[in-house]
């Protein structure tokens, strides 16, 4: 069986990279979320190791010493993380793996495993982005000027990607993703030699 392709959905904070990664699972399309560990304390609603498993600092250093991270990174005051062994078991079960990070991570991930897929989501205006994060009304006044700063220089990042999605209208984002992830399946560099055995057996 074919090994799963990992695609990472990086951007800003408050850009909605959440719902559409919940617009894309509603898809009915197989894929495996990763549930990253943070330091940042739960917002309401939000769900021990279903949203994020919600560590300690001292247990986050500690999984940092044992490898057990793909990559990490500390964002605007608190350390977030995706355990590798989770993305590596569904990646050998043939199943996508979706990574909902920051660019830093992006990065690190881009650097150990360049096949990975790079999907940049970008708001429609600036704007709109503190809109969205100061609607959220979970971070102070001073969280949300740092985020939308980190956002900024953030974006400069954005063209080195290999796909650009702005996140304009939920619907309309979301079928892009599909649409990408659907199109990296058919990249013939991965499919060909899979495609030639077939032919061959016949
Ligand atoms: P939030 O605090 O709003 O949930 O997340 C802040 C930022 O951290 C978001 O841009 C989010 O995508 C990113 N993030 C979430 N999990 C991880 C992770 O495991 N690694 C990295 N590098 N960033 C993450």
């Known amino acids: ?19 559409v990664i919940k617009k894309v ?13 943070t330091t940042r304390a739960p917002r309401p ?25 793909l990559e990490h990174a500390e964002f605007v005051g608190n350390c977030y993380g995706t355990p590798k062994r989770y993305v590596d078991e569904a990646m050998d079960r043939g199943e996508d793996v979706i990574l909902d990070i920051e660019v830093q991570g992006a990065e690190q991930i881009h650097r150990l495993r ?10 429609p205006s600036w704007a709109e982005l503190r809109r969205r994060l100061t609607g959220r009304g979970t971070e102070s006044e001073e969280k949300v000027e740092k985020r939308l700063q980190r956002s900024r220089e953030e974006f400069q990042v954005a063209r080195e990607y290999d796909y650009l999605v702005v996140n304009d209208n939920l619907e309309q984002a979301a079928a892009e993703v599909l649409a990408i992830i659907a199109a990296s399946h058919c990249r013939a560099e991965d499919r060909y030699e ?9």
Do not use: C, N
């Open 1 to 19: 069986m074919a090994k799963g392709m990992t695609f990472i959905i990086a951007g800003p904070s408050g850009v909605g990279k959440g719902s």
């Open 114 to 123: 360049p096949e990975a897929v790079r999907i940049f989501l970008a708001p």
């Open 45 to 69: 609603g939000e769900r021990d190791g279903v949203d994020y498993h919600f560590i300690s600092y001292e247990q986050f250093q500690s999984w940092i010493a044992e490898g057990a991270f």
């Open 25 to 37: 699972f509603e898809s009915g399309r197989k894929l495996y979320f990763s549930v990253s560990a």
């Open 194 to 202: 899979a495609v030639r055995r077939t032919l061959e057996a016949q």
